[in-house]
């Protein structure tokens, strides 16, 4: 049974940084894509950042240029680096991994918070 846990939410003022890790294991020697999803509140979930096996990665644009995905495929983790935080950034954060037979596979989600 393969299970996704994630860690690093918190609180953070604007500007600030937090990092979000998710470890995938159990059942799965390896996954193809992994990402993150988030969900505020009276929100839909919504794509955040995504990345390939082969370390290719994809940004939703509201966090271009401020959010880094990255991902060690030896130990099945991603992580997502956070800077300039907004308090529009604030939601649950939920961590996505895919098998190749196209089975997605759901962290329970980690809480970020931006407010001064």
């Known amino acids: 049974q393969v299970q996704v846990v994630e860690s690093g939410g918190g609180l953070v003022q604007p500007g600030g940084s937090l990092r979000l890790s998710c470890a995938a294991s159990?059942?799965?020697?390896?996954?193809?894509?992994m990402g993150w999803y988030r969900q505020a509140p009276g929100k839909q979930r919504e794509l955040v950042a995504a990345?390939?096996?082969?370390?290719?990665?994809n940004y939703a644009a509201s966090v271009k240029g401020r959010f880094t995905i990255s991902r060690d495929n030896t130990k099945n983790t991603v992580a997502l680096q956070m800077n300039s935080l907004k308090p529009e950034d604030t939601a649950v954060y939920y961590c996505?991994?895919?098998?190749?037979?196209?089975?997605?596979?759901w962290g329970k989600g980690t809480l970020v918070t931006v407010s001064s």
């Open positions: 996505k991994v895919e098998s190749y037979y196209g089975v997605n596979y």
């Open positions: 159990g059942g799965i020697f390896s996954f193809n894509v």
């Open positions: 990345i390939t096996s082969g370390g290719s990665p």
